[in-house]
């Protein structure tokens, strides 16, 4: 069945550290999403990419990066610049193009956690 | 801008209750309307959508809401809660051309 892999779902950073959440995606979308989720603060736009090799900033790319370089997979690294890493983060996929009837397909998440 | 309004961040109702989520959105032409459930610790599922056609939409776990375009509303509603509804709902917005514009999120409670 097609669908969205996230992994770990349980991370651990220490401070200073860089880490780096997978997304891999097999439903063939050209569009892919990062957001970051924090309690009482709904969904958050980290990147997004629409096409392998270009990537945009969505409301809150400081202190993360992103690549595109397989049209499945668009990781995510959380560098030791985001002073505030803790918070559960979802990854999602969709066709491109004009309009987005179908909505997105979400990964179960990676829950990242400082110590 | 585009936004969306998700009325109350919780709702807490009986098991065996009507279940009222609602959401509102801005937009000049009608687009699609989204409803996702999030249970804990894990990722977002489509409940149900909006795109075109009829107005009254069914969807997952006896879920259904109505687009009404003349309250830019898209509210949604299950007549008898089960307490295994508990979770998050949002309610989300895709001007046509545009990328996903979620709400705030509800988080629904049941009661015994």
């Known amino acids: 069945d097609g669908g969205i892999t996230q992994s770990p779902k349980y991370l651990f950073r220490k401070e200073g550290q860089n880490v780096t959440l997978s997304c891999e995606q097999n439903?063939?979308?050209?569009?892919m999403y990062w957001y970051r989720q924090d309690p009482g603060q709904g969904l958050r736009l980290i990147y997004y990419?629409?096409?392998?090799?270009?990537?945009q900033k969505g409301d809150i790319a400081e202190g993360y990066s992103v690549s595109r370089e397989k049209k499945e997979s668009f990781p995510l690294t959380v560098t030791s610049a985001q002073k505030n890493p803790t918070a559960f983060y979802l990854c999602?996929?969709?066709?491109?193009?004009?309009?987005?009837?179908?909505?997105?397909?979400f990964g179960s998440g990676t829950r990242l956690t400082v110590v | 801008a585009q936004s969306v309004t998700q009325l109350g961040s919780h709702v807490s109702v009986s098991e065996g209750a009507l279940v009222l989520l609602r959401c509102n959105y801005s937009?000049?032409?009608?687009?699609?309307l989204f409803w996702y459930v999030q249970y804990p610790n894990q990722g977002l599922q489509l409940l149900l959508k909006?795109?075109?056609?009829?107005?009254l939409v069914k969807g997952i776990n006896g879920f259904e809401a109505e687009f009404k375009k003349s309250e830019t509303s898209f509210h949604l509603t299950k007549p008898s809660a089960h307490m295994s509804d508990a979770a998050e709902y949002f309610c989300?917005?895709?001007?046509?051309?545009?990328?996903?514009?979620f709400g705030q999120g509800t988080e629904l409670s049941v009661k015994p």
């Open positions: 909006y795109t075109t056609g009829a107005t």
């Open positions: 937009s000049s032409v009608p687009p699609y």
């Open positions: 999602a996929s969709s066709i491109a193009g004009t309009g987005y009837p179908d909505g997105y397909t």
């Open positions: 439903l063939n979308h050209d569009a």
């Open positions: 989300a917005v895709s001007p046509q051309g545009g990328k996903l514009i």
């Open positions: 990419s629409q096409i392998v090799n270009d990537f």
